[in-house]
């Protein structure tokens, strides 16, 4: 039998707390009334509502639904998620990872950045949590209240740490957590951000044994040359998709689609073409991978996939 107080952080003040990896299994948990709190979940969980809490530090692993904050204030967070939702809050500061379009209501003073965060169980959790590493809309916030300015985006400087601090209690600091943003589970995007080129590239993996490791070796090899990434995505491709996407190279890819979704990464800056068609040349030669022809027709490719994408998530 399931004892909700297990799964509940209540009227807490002053205080660190925590669930270690494997203590939440995927329950439903509920954060309320806490005060000056550090409280960390690091485990994936089936839904979080988070209320009334006041200039508390949060770190909540991959949930699988929603999480939910309603009349907060002055808080930090880490969140991974599959929808996000804020009613009635001021002044959240939020390291997010959200599948969805993250939703804010009757909410002041919101900042978001990109979530970042490792610690060695966080993989096989966003796996149990049925989150992908790389479906992250943390910038494309929907405010529902009429009004301007209730949202902005944390500075790029910004480091997790001086948000969300390393647990202190004996028991959480058995975890090996890095919030190094070169080592987290969540590639970094830029997002809604300025990009600052009017070059973008697009490369997609398509399905296999070495897809996640591919992508992010890109997003390695990229990164180290100084291309920044914009965006990341991973979706199903039916052929008719493929054809709008890829166009007349197309048919040589349609036949990968069988075997599961796609990953797509989107990478900004002069001469991104030019660099990541040679860096999967030298670095994937066996592989098969989609890669904008020229800068001409890369925007055009951007825009074609993520508007097909985007589609696909709405739906």
Known sequence: QIDPKDYTFSGLKDETVGRLPGKVAGQQFVIQDCENCSIYIFDHSATITIDDCVNCQIFLGPIKGSVFFRDCKDCKCI?????????????????????????????????????????PELAL???????????????????????????GLLPETAVVQDYVPLPSSEELKTIRISTDATKSIIPITRGRRQKSSDESCLAVFFAGDYTTANARKLIDEM?????????????????????????????????????????????????????????????????????????????????????????????
């Open 79 to 119: 969140v991974a998620c599959q929808q996000f939702r804020t009613r009635d809050c001021r002044k959240l500061d939020v390291f997010l990872c959200c599948a969805t379009q993250p939703i804010i209501e009757s909410s002041t003073g919101m900042k978001f950045g990109c979530f970042q965060y490792y610690y």
């Open 223 to 315: 990164t180290g040359k100084g291309f920044q990434l914009v965006q990341t995505k991973e979706v199903i491709m039916k052929a008719e998709d493929a054809n709008r996407v890829f166009q007349q190279c197309a048919s040589e890819f349609i036949p990968l689609l069988e075997k599961g979704p796609v990953v797509a990464l989107e990478f900004n800056g002069d001469g991104a073409v030019e660099g990541c068609r040679s860096t999967i040349n030298e670095v994937f030669s066996g592989t098969k991978v989609f890669v904008s022809e020229n800068k001409a027709s890369a925007s055009q490719d951007v825009d074609n996939f993520y508007n097909f994408a985007d589609m696909q998530m709405g739906m």
């Open 125 to 151: 959790q966003f796996k149990d949590a049925g989150l992908s590493i790389f479906n992250n809309s943390w910038s494309n916030i929907h405010d529902f209240t009429p009004g301007e300015n209730n949202w």
